[in-house]
Each structure stands twice: as C-alpha cells, then as structure tokens.
C-alpha cells in the first residue's frame, strides 16, 4: 500500500520562483511515496481533487498538511498532519 501527502500551501503566496517543491515536501518529514500540491497557482486547486489522484494512483494512506512556503526548499507546517484515510 503506497502512502500519500498532500500540501495544502496556506496564504496567497505560492512556491518562490525556481523553488523544488518535492525537496521541501519532503523536508517535512512525512513525505508519502506521492506528493502533490494544493495551491492557486500550480498543482491541484482543491484537496478533493488530490486525494482523488493520489488515491486512483493506488495510495491506501492519504495525510494532508497545510504549510507556508518559508524559502525555496523550505515549509513551515502549520499544525500537524491529518490522516484522510486509511
């Protein structure tokens, strides 16, 4: 069963310019075997329609965790992580 995140970016300001969103997903430190992103820029724009990735992608565990982009490879978790299934 493969684990998935989801990174729900808080604010109006999305990844700086250039920035490695895996990298600071992963930085986390509950980074899944899939990752995707919820912002108004880039990735998904709601967290319905990333869990319903992930999950048709055959991720049996789903956390999400909202956070705010401190840097270019760096996210400032806002609370913890929520276990959406499984």
Known sequence: ????????????????EGASFTAAARALGRAGQEVELVSPEEGFFTVE??????FTQGCGRIHLQVAAPEGPER?????PAVRLCG
């Open 1 to 16: 069963m493969k684990e998935g995140l989801i990174v729900y970016l808080a604010g109006a300001a999305g990844l700086p």
């Open 75 to 79: 996210l400032r978790p806002l609370g």
């Open 49 to 54: 329609d990333a869990w319903h990735f992930l």
